[in-house]
Nanobody, 113 residues
Framework: QAQLVQSGGGLVQPGGSLRLSCAAS????????IDWYRQAPGKSREWVAR???????SYEGSVKGRFTVSRDSATNTDYLQMNNLKPDDSAIYYC???????WGQGAQVNVSS
């Protein structure tokens, strides 16, 4: 069964850090591009970051310099490291295989004092 399983998330104070994981299994092909999205209450889902082929990364403007995507190819796991978190970063975060309908189940991130 093809799936992306997410872990991480939680409650953190402003300025804190969290790391989200996204483990792929049963996909049936080599996952080369993973996108990260987030959706805050009452808002549309928005793209946050991408880890593409050959390690090429891209980030949405508000997270650039604070978020970092990476991959452990040995375990088919992608990571979203989030530093200097702000209340506006609070949302459910999702990973997705680019170009395919495979989504993670989501991870809640709450940034609050």
């Amino acid at each position: 069964q093809a799936q992306l399983v997410q872990s991480g998330g939680g409650l953190v104070q402003p300025g804190g850090s969290l790391r989200l994981s996204c483990a792929a299994s049963g996909i049936g092909f080599t996952v080369s591009v993973i996108d990260w999205y987030r959706q805050a209450p009452g808002k549309s889902r928005e793209w946050v970051a991408r880890l593409g082929n050959s390690g090429v990364t891209s980030y949405e403007g508000s997270v650039k310099g604070r978020f970092t995507v990476s991959r452990d190819s040995a375990t088919n796991t992608d990571y979203l490291q989030m530093n200097n978190l702000k209340p506006d970063d609070s949302a459910i975060y999702y990973c997705k295989v680019a170009g395919h309908p495979f989504w993670g189940q989501g991870a809640q991130v709450n940034v609050s004092s």
